[in-house]
């Protein structure tokens, strides 16, 4: 089998030819090579992150995130493409998100995952979990922008919601409007129509909490353009939907020889680098594991037993030396009297 890993860098350096600028998640063209080719990868405010709950700042100020026409987007087809990086959907711009500094027109959504040899799938991470899959609608802003390609740019140029993707009892109905149409799209540059659904109930009941932070694309050329929404509650999916997303797909074209899964495309967390992180909400950290719970219930009742301890050595003392008074005193009292007269 020597020749396996010969031949799959001999197809990737053929498809680095034909595209000047191939990237993968692992190998040579791996994450941790993009920045020779893309220098913003390099940079020092870059997505993912790890959100951890401890340092996060809790800002009453930050309002609900507001999407406008997410639950009927407009009566063209959208599509549905395998790009070879991951599975995307256009979106109309008539879906708008309100509730941010500008508004923002959406532009498509796409989804990172993992594979079942590994956990993990999501590309931030709470308090260093990660999820099974994450969902990102990205939008530029339409405020000050004509289209994408102008705002991927610019500081203030583009609005991402992420979605964790956690997996639950049932079938979430509104992400098998994409997931049912994965065998259609197996190989890399194929795509569908499909007709407009309601996009809402892709996101998580409540919008009211999030976190937020100034971030970039997770992808080449890694643009740190990005006004991250972190939604702390997951969508859920049924397993066997979590199933289609990491069996179904191929990175490599119809016609190669070498066919190879689409699966782990997601970025590990980059550093923070003081960047703030706010939450809409009172985030108290999540990372309470059952350990810690059990040494916490530990320390509280070790705390009480000492305490007493200390007031049933303090009470017997008292008594004692109570009742050694009360012996002196009997003593005394007992004791003859001097006849003075
Ligand atoms: C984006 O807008 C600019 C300015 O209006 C225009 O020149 C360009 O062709 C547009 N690009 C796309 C991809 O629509
Ligand atoms: C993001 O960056 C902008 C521009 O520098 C700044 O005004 C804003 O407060 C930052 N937002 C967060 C959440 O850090």
Same mark, same amino acid.
């Given at each position: 089998?020597?020749?396996? =890993?010969?031949?799959?860098?001999?197809?990737?350096?053929?498809? #680095?030819?034909?595209?000047?600028? @191939?990237?993968?998640?692992?190998?040579?063209?791996?994450?941790?090579?993009?920045q020779?080719?893309?220098?913003?990868?390099?940079?020092?405010?870059?997505?993912?992150? !790890?959100?951890?709950?401890?340092?996060?700042?809790?800002e009453?100020?930050?309002?609900?995130?507001?999407?406008?026409?997410?639950?009927?987007?407009?009566?063209?087809? /959208?599509?549905?493409?395998?790009?070879?990086?991951?599975?995307?959907?256009?979106? *109309?711009?008539?879906?708008?998100?309100?509730?941010? *500094?500008?508004?923002?027109? #959406?532009?498509?959504?796409? &989804?990172?995952?993992? +594979?079942?040899?590994?956990?993990?799938?999501?590309?931030?991470?709470? $308090?260093?979990?990660? &999820?099974?899959?994450?969902?990102?609608?990205?939008?530029?802003?339409? %405020?000050?922008?004509? !289209? /994408?390609?102008?705002?991927?740019?610019?500081? $203030?140029?583009?609005?991402?919601?992420?979605?964790?993707?956690?997996?639950?009892? +049932? %079938?979430n109905?509104?992400?098998?409007?994409?997931?049912?149409?994965?065998?259609?799209?197996?190989?890399?540059?194929?795509?569908?129509?499909?007709?407009? &659904? !309601?996009?809402?109930?892709?996101?998580?009941?409540? /919008?009211g909490?999030?976190?937020?932070?100034?971030?970039?694309?997770?992808?080449?050329?890694?643009?740190?353009?990005?006004?991250?929404?972190?939604?702390?509650?997951?969508?859920?999916?049924s397993?066997?939907?979590?199933?289609?997303?990491?069996?179904?797909l @191929?990175?490599?074209?119809?016609?190669?020889?070498?066919?190879?899964?689409?699966?782990?495309?997601?970025?590990?967390?980059?550093?923070? !680098?003081?960047?703030?992180v706010?939450?809409?909400?009172?985030?108290?950290?999540?990372?309470?594991? #059952?350990?810690?719970?059990?040494?916490?219930?530990?320390?509280? &009742?070790?705390?009480?037993?000492? /305490?007493?301890?200390?007031?049933?050595?303090? #009470?017997?003392?008292i008594?004692?030396k109570?009742?050694?008074?009360?012996?002196?005193?009997?003593?005394?009292?007992?004791?003859?009297? =001097?006849?003075?007269?």
């Open positions: 089998m020597l020749w396996a =890993p010969v031949l799959l860098q001999g197809v990737s350096f053929a498809w #680095a030819a034909s595209k000047g600028s @191939h990237w993968t998640y692992e190998g040579a063209h791996g994450q941790e090579r993009w020779e080719t893309y220098p913003d990868c390099g940079w020092q405010a870059q997505s993912p992150i !790890n959100i951890q709950t401890e340092s996060v700042q809790y009453p100020s930050l309002p609900p995130v507001e999407p406008e026409g997410y639950r009927s987007p407009g009566t063209e087809k /959208l599509t549905l493409k395998n790009n070879g990086h991951t599975v995307q959907l256009s979106l *109309p711009q008539t879906m708008r998100l309100h509730g941010l *500094p500008r508004v923002y027109s #959406a532009v498509q959504l796409h &989804f990172h995952w993992g +594979s079942q040899r590994h956990t993990g799938g999501s590309e931030h991470q709470v $308090d260093g979990r990660a &999820f099974p899959a994450e969902v990102h609608i990205v939008h530029f802003n339409s %405020e000050k922008y004509a !289209n /994408l390609s102008e705002a991927k740019n610019q500081a $203030d140029g583009l609005a991402v919601l992420g979605i964790f993707l956690e997996v639950g009892d +049932s %079938e109905p509104a992400y098998s409007h994409i997931l049912d149409h994965l065998k259609d799209i197996r190989h890399a540059e194929q795509e569908i129509s499909l007709s407009p &659904f !309601n996009i809402r109930d892709l996101l998580p009941a409540h /919008l909490h999030y976190f937020r932070y100034n971030g970039s694309l997770t992808t080449p050329p890694c643009y740190q353009s990005v006004l991250w929404t972190v939604f702390h509650l997951p969508a859920h999916i397993a066997a939907q979590l199933a289609k997303l990491q069996k179904s @191929h990175s490599t074209k119809e016609e190669e020889t070498l066919q190879l899964s689409l699966v782990d495309n997601f970025r590990r967390p980059q550093d923070l !680098n003081h960047r703030p706010l939450s809409s909400f009172p985030a108290a950290p999540s990372g309470y594991s #059952a350990g810690k719970i059990v040494a916490i219930i530990f320390g509280v &009742f070790l705390g009480c037993l000492s /305490l007493f301890l200390a007031g049933w050595i303090a #009470a017997k003392r008594r004692e109570t009742r050694q008074d009360q012996k002196g005193v009997v003593f005394k009292s007992s004791s003859p009297r =001097p006849v003075t007269d």
